[in-house]
């Protein structure tokens, strides 16, 4: 069997869950097209907030996952930079050409008289995506690029993600796949009182054209968030880590560490690998209410036979 590295990624998260959560998607034109979960007040490519009278609010644009900073431009990183999503500051509706969301900065509105939406309009560029340059191992997964984030003047804050959605690429024939059973997984609003505890399914399975033998492989988990062998959550503004364990059954992850499996024989055949993530609550104690902290998570599968 030709050698080859799967990749898998996992979003995770702390913090209040958003409807609003973006999601670009190529198509065939190699355009993207722009969707948001839960419906779009004011159309897919408009992710607004209501501001209050006499109030003012802060909006941030932030990378994350597979997402960087790039001229001001929220961009994707390595084989995804072709992906380029400028975004321009709106306020009821209309586009604010006097104002600018960079990626990576905030931006303030000032407090109105009245009680106004405000927000951003993806303007993705008219250069088509090279979708002949995403690796097949991203093809079919949900991958995290950034958050916008609106900061009320009483500092409680609303997070929406953008994702890249790779589902309706189709890259050559592999001879297996690898998918988490779901593109993030939420902590919600944890409690310092007690850990955590989440889980998630990893599947590898084998396409038909595998073949029918046995596959043994090799499984490890990477992050740009990684650190003191540890893995980290971080919060959007870079400024707190905090980290988190992951465990196969008794075996415990930690950058570097090896989990070897095995793909049973038979045709189309899989290994469905149950993962246990667990935060101490006292790693949390003296959290501000609301903060929001991410990892994504890169699961790397590399077939030994």
């Not at 979960?37 to 006499?54: F, N």
């Not at 049973?264 to 993962?275: K, M, R």
Request: hydrophobic share 40%; glycine share 10%; aromatic share 6%.
């Amino acid at each position: 069997m030709k050698r080859t590295v799967l990749l898998a990624l996992l979003a995770l998260n702390i913090g209040p869950a958003s409807a609003g959560d973006w999601i670009f998607r190529p198509v065939a034109n190699g355009r993207l097209q722009i969707s948001q979960q839960g419906g779009a007040e004011q159309g897919p490519d408009m992710l607004v907030q209501r501001q209050a009278e006499q109030a003012s609010l802060t909006l941030q644009v932030m990378p994350a996952g597979m997402g960087h900073c790039e001229n001001g431009v929220l961009t994707g990183s390595g084989p995804l930079s072709s992906i380029r999503i400028p975004l321009v500051p709106v306020i009821r509706s209309i586009a604010q050409p006097g104002l600018s969301a960079q990626c990576g900065e905030s931006l303030q509105f000032d407090a109105p008289a009245q009680s106004q939406l405000v927000g951003v309009k993806a303007a993705p560029r008219n250069e088509r995506i090279a979708t002949a340059a995403i690796p097949a191992a991203l093809s079919g997964q949900r991958i995290l690029l950034g958050y916008v984030n609106f900061i009320q003047a009483n500092s409680q804050m609303a997070s929406n993600a953008i994702y890249l959605d790779l589902s309706t690429l189709s890259g050559g024939v592999p001879s297996l796949q690898a998918a988490f059973d779901k593109p993030s997984l939420r902590f919600g609003e944890v409690n310092v009182l007690k850990n955590s505890l989440y889980n998630a399914k990893l599947t590898i399975r084998k396409t038909a054209e595998a073949g029918d033998a046995a596959v043994p492989y090799e499984l490890t988990f990477e992050s740009r968030q990684q650190r003191e062998n540890s893995f980290q959550l971080k919060d959007t503004r870079g400024e707190i880590f905090v980290p988190y364990q992951i465990k196969i059954g008794s075996y415990q992850m930690t950058p570097g560490a090896i989990y070897t499996g095995l793909i049973p024989a038979g045709s189309a055949t899989a290994d469905i690998i149950g993962i246990n993530f667990s935060l101490s609550g006292k790693n949390i104690s003296g959290l501000a209410a609301g903060t929001r902290l991410t990892d994504t998570l890169t699961a790397v599968i590399t077939p030994t036979s």
